[in-house]
């Protein structure tokens, strides 16, 4: 019985790392396709606050189990001394999306500790080529996600 809890609990950890990365991804398109034009075009910086407040409650969970179910998965899948070598499909998967979720971190940290502190109608293209490189990353760990089970990269 126990084992067979070992066994299937794999999927259930890609269950949750989907929901999460639903919620991420897709909040991010929301926000880029959604909300950033109107924002950028009639300078509605509480248009932005608004959508940031909600979101963050939902947004930043998904944003740690994604980290949390990914490291687990990846550890599951492959040694940890083996992910940056790029010899097989696995590593080179593995891979991307660390780089990817350093991509994400350094956004994330220039974002909440440069832009949104100084947050001005001056400053909001900035801020939107901002959300378009994070909603594009977010958009690459989906494809890269897919590329492991699917073979596409």
Known sequence: MHLLFIKDMHKYIVL?????ATVWVGGHLVLAIGILPSVVKYGNI???NAFEA??????IPALIILVVTGLY???????MSEWFNFSNDLSKHISIKII???ITIALALH????????????NLIILAVHIIAITTV???????GL???LGFL
């Open 16 to 20: 949750l790392h989907v929901l999460a």
């Open 46 to 48: 509480d248009l932005l």
């Open 54 to 59: 909600k979101y963050e409650k939902v947004g």
């Open 73 to 79: 998965m990846a550890i599951d899948y492959l040694p």
């Open 100 to 102: 990817l979720l350093g």
């Open 111 to 122: 974002a909440r500790l440069k832009l949104i502190p100084n947050l001005s109608v001056n």
């Open 138 to 144: 977010a958009v690459m760990f989906v494809v890269t």
């Open 147 to 149: 590329s492991f089970r």
